[in-house]
């Protein structure tokens, strides 16, 4: 088999000792780094799906025949084992419809990889924004839009209300919502930070795309809350209903980000301009 366990599994998704010092919950499945060289063909440029401020993320087929989306987590991801198993539990519990599920990661030497499952219509930037739907051929009239909201919606309360401690995702944004073949959206990312050091927790505006979804006082002073989930989901909402995302350097500086477009439509009450022309015909 390609998946190799720390532990046996027990009942009820607690923690078991491993070599008497490290524990590992049985939810989580420790693959051997050359399972996962194998899964990706050696990491081929080919097989990359993503890259983000946490690591590069490739498509792999599993020994089992299991398609997954695996994250090689940045070099600047170097806790010790016991520190990052701890964490792969606590993340391991939260399961929601609405985000993405973890099968298990990788902790050989330095290697720190996590192993996801694959969602088939790829991420929402890549499918709907920059005309990307046009590419796809995934009809995303209004019903499906607003289902995509929703759902997005109902993870993120999950990761605020629900989970204990709250989880603050940092890193809401279009390349993160993943959608499965029912266009169903998953979040993924989310715990992501607990896995950085603390000079890394902080989303770099050098990730593309990233610096127009985050909110002011986290972008200026740093203060992070809850709010800061709900501001970059705002942005979100209206990259969705307008079809474009947050930046497009192609239109003239004054529209280059999509905030400033909103704001200068509104002041002028024309805010109906910024829904996507390509609704036309399917606001059904």
Same mark, same amino acid.
């Given at each position: 088999?390609?998946? #190799?366990?720390?532990?046996?599994?027990?009942?009820?998704?607690?923690?078991?000792?491993? $070599?008497?010092? *490290?524990?590992?919950? $049985?939810? /989580?499945?420790?693959? @051997?780094?050359?399972?996962?060289?194998?899964? =990706?063909? $050696?990491? +081929?440029?080919? +097989?990359?799906?993503?890259?983000?401020? #946490?690591?590069?993320?490739?498509?792999?087929?599993? &020994? $089992?025949? @299991?398609?997954?989306?695996?994250? /090689? *987590?940045?070099?600047?991801?170097?806790?010790?084992? &016991?520190?990052? *198993? =701890?964490?792969? +539990?606590?993340?391991?519990? /939260?399961?929601?419809?609405? *985000? /993405?599920?973890?099968?298990?990661?990788?902790?050989?030497? +330095?290697h720190r990889i996590l192993v996801y499952n694959y969602l088939e219509n790829n991420s929402l930037d890549k499918t709907l924004l920059v005309g990307g739907y046009t590419q796809s051929g995934i009809k995303f009239d209004w019903s499906t839009r607003a289902n995509i909201c929703i759902g997005v919606a109902k993870g993120l309360s999950f990761l605020h209300e629900e989970v204990t401690p709250h989880i603050v995702h940092r890193d809401i944004k279009a390349s993160n919502i993943l959608l499965d073949r029912d266009l169903s959206p998953k979040i993924s990312d989310f715990g992501l930070a607990r896995l950085m050091p603390p000079n890394m927790t902080h989303v770099s505006t050098r990730v593309a795309g990233t610096l127009g979804y985050l909110a002011p006082e986290y972008a200026v002073r740093g203060q992070l809350t809850r709010k800061a989930d709900i501001y970059s989901f705002g942005v979100l909402l209206m990259e969705i209903v307008s079809g474009r995302s947050n930046k497009n350097t192609r239109l003239p500086t004054e529209y280059e980000y999509l905030l400033e477009r909103a704001w200068k439509l509104y002041e002028r009450n024309e805010l109906v301009d910024l829904v996507d022309t390509g609704l036309d015909g399917l606001l059904t």
């Open positions: 088999m390609g998946c #190799f366990w720390f532990s046996r599994h027990k009942s009820g998704g607690k923690p078991s000792e491993v $070599d008497g010092e *490290l524990s590992v919950s $049985d939810k /989580v499945k420790i693959y @051997k780094y050359k399972e996962i060289r194998q899964a =990706t063909d $050696d990491f +081929n440029p080919i +097989n990359k799906i993503g890259e983000g401020g #946490f690591g590069s993320v490739y498509k792999g087929c599993l &020994r $089992d025949g @299991k398609v997954a989306a695996i994250k /090689v *987590l940045s070099a600047e991801s170097r806790q010790g084992v &016991r520190e990052f *198993l =701890t964490e792969i +539990n606590v993340i391991s519990e /939260v399961q929601h419809e609405n *985000l /993405v599920k973890l099968y298990g990661c990788c902790v050989e030497g +330095n």
